[in-house]
């Protein structure tokens, strides 16, 4: 039996189109023609031919893509043939081609992927084509496209079998095209002022850098366990102590937490340092990088999100969180400090009792009651220290960092602050963080002495900066989900 052949229980697993494909498979292959072969580079894409039009016309052109649509006329037929850059009309007619050559294109199917040369011309209705005069097959399509009619709509499809989106839904391709645009101008603002693109480890002795639950792995050569990397920051500020005084990194994170229309386990970050700077400076910093993105991406800073308008322009309006937490939920800081268990209580918060403290009733207060109010681009500043290990205290308020977080449609976009540079505080900070593992709080900092030594040899005044790269690119694309705006998210296997 050849390989292209089916034996029964095969057939029985197929649908009947599959099965037609699979026999036209079997014939191209007894009459000697390989269908996933050919000696065929295209010289010219879609959209260069319809921008260009009035250069090409009349001209010879050579175009490869797949058959999205197709209509036979007897001895003239139509199709439709997509490339990365768009669609472009193929006219075919027998006696341009032959009558070979005619009769081999009527057996091709929707989806195949096709090299044509030809030259380009516009038809009577203006249709901008291409007539063929030569044609190969380059890849067989043994399964037919979604319905043609209603493209690929559901999204259990379209995040499994992103191919087929792309294939199907051209706005889910200018997604994609977006977002490396987006990527690509970041690159462009952070280079044109001098920051050093860098690498850091993506498998660490110590997840640090963040409050998450990390993925484990195992080495077998060092016979220990690693872990994914929940961020690259304690790397990032051991390059400042070491010289390099402005530096990023863009990347994968790895959080072993929940999935959501928000949130992914394996998500793309930017982390930014520059020393002699501080959280205002990084504030600074982080409204100009997205009003310059939005700009070179959208053509405006004032982008359009889910029925809503965003301005990007800066300057962004600044809020103290204990402020906001007391504008929205009518609890003062005092309160706070003096019977969190009251107000957790009092507020509906779901907390552990054994998770209370002051530090996580104010996160739980912000997070329930004053994120959804911030549409509007705002940075929260002030955050306290007992949730902040890794910043600054606030001069005469040591209660509180130099720390903000920027939050767009409810939203944080990003965290920054002026990184704390005292080593002895930093150490009895990470003993905190380790105390509160200990009672089981898997989020926790796990104390890294490496960096302790790096630090006692000196930081200098460092601010720095993250940003959630998915949750940007969504902003950007008014995609109301982070599984709309990453190519292969994360899903449970079908069964």
Same mark, same amino acid.
């Given at each position: ?21 699979? $026999? ?43 058959? @999205? ?24 007619? $027998? ?42 097959? @380059? ?14 709509? =559901? ?52 997840? +640090? ?13 060092? =016979? ?81 999100? $889910? ?11 600044? @809020? ?95 965290? +920054? ?23 089981? =709080?898997?989020?926790?900092? @796990? ?15 460092? +601010? ?5 790269? =998915? ?25």
């Amino acid at each position: 039996m050849s390989r292209f052949e089916l034996d029964p229980e095969e057939l029985q697993e197929l649908n009947d189109q599959m099965v037609i494909r699979r $026999q036209k498979l079997a014939e191209l292959i007894s009459q000697g023609i390989n269908p996933f072969d050919a000696d065929f580079v295209p010289t010219h894409h879609a959209l260069d031919i319809k921008e260009d039009f009035a250069h090409w016309e009349g001209q010879e052109v050579k175009v490869a893509g797949r058959i @999205m649509s197709l209509r036979r006329h007897g001895k003239a037929s139509f199709a439709d043939l997509q490339d990365q850059s768009g669609r472009i009309q193929l006219y075919v007619r $027998q006696d341009l081609l032959g009558e070979e050559g005619y009769d081999f294109f009527s057996k091709l199917d929707l989806g195949d992927i096709i090299g044509v040369r030809g030259k380009a011309f516009r038809t009577k209705r203006g249709e901008i084509s291409v007539e063929v005069e030569e044609l190969h097959l @380059m890849s067989k399509s043994l399964r037919p496209l979604p319905e043609k009619w209603h493209g690929l709509k =559901d999204v259990e499809i379209r995040y499994r079998q992103r191919y087929l989106d792309l294939m199907v839904n051209p706005e889910v391709r200018q997604v994609f095209i977006a977002r490396s645009k987006i990527i690509q101008s970041i690159r462009e603002f952070l280079l044109e002022r001098d920051f050093l693109e860098v690498e850091t480890p993506i498998l660490n002795v110590i997840a +640090g850098g963040a409050n998450a639950r990390p993925f484990i792995t195992y080495h077998n050569a060092l =016979d220990m366990n690693l872990y994914l990397r929940i961020a690259p920051e304690l790397y990032l500020k051991r390059l400042v102590v070491g010289g390099f005084e402005k530096v990023f990194e863009l990347g994968k994170n790895f959080r072993n937490e929940g999935i959501s229309t928000k949130h992914n386990p394996e998500y793309t970050s930017l982390e930014v340092y520059q020393a002699y700077a501080d959280y205002k400076d990084m504030m600074e910093l982080t409204e100009e990088l997205f009003a310059y993105v939005a700009r070179r991406v959208c053509g405006t800073t004032k982008i359009e999100f $889910q029925g809503r308008t965003v301005d990007l322009t800066p300057p962004w309006q600044r @809020m103290s969180m204990l402020a906001a937490i007391e504008k929205y939920s009518g609890v003062s800081w005092e309160r706070i400090q003096a019977d969190p268990e009251g107000v957790a209580r009092e507020k509906g918060l779901e907390l552990e009792p054994a998770r209370i403290s002051t530090g996580s009733v104010v996160m739980e207060l912000f997070d329930t009651f004053v994120e959804p109010n911030l549409i509007d681009p705002v940075f929260i500043t002030d955050y306290p220290v007992e949730v902040s290990p890794l910043a600054k205290r606030t001069e005469g308020r040591p209660h509180l960092t130099d720390r903000f977080e920027p939050y767009i449609m409810g939203w944080e976009v990003a965290n +920054g602050f002026s990184e704390l540079n005292d080593p002895i505080d930093q150490k009895e900070r990470f003993e905190k963080q380790m105390e509160q593992r200990a009672a089981g =709080d898997e989020e926790a900092h @796990m104390m890294d002495e490496d960096y302790i030594v790096a630090l006692e040899y000196g930081l200098p005044p460092t +601010g720095g900066l993250g940003i959630g790269i =998915d949750r940007m690119v969504m902003l950007l694309t008014n995609s109301p989900s982070i599984r709309d705006v990453i190519l292969f998210p994360h899903m449970r296997p079908k069964e």
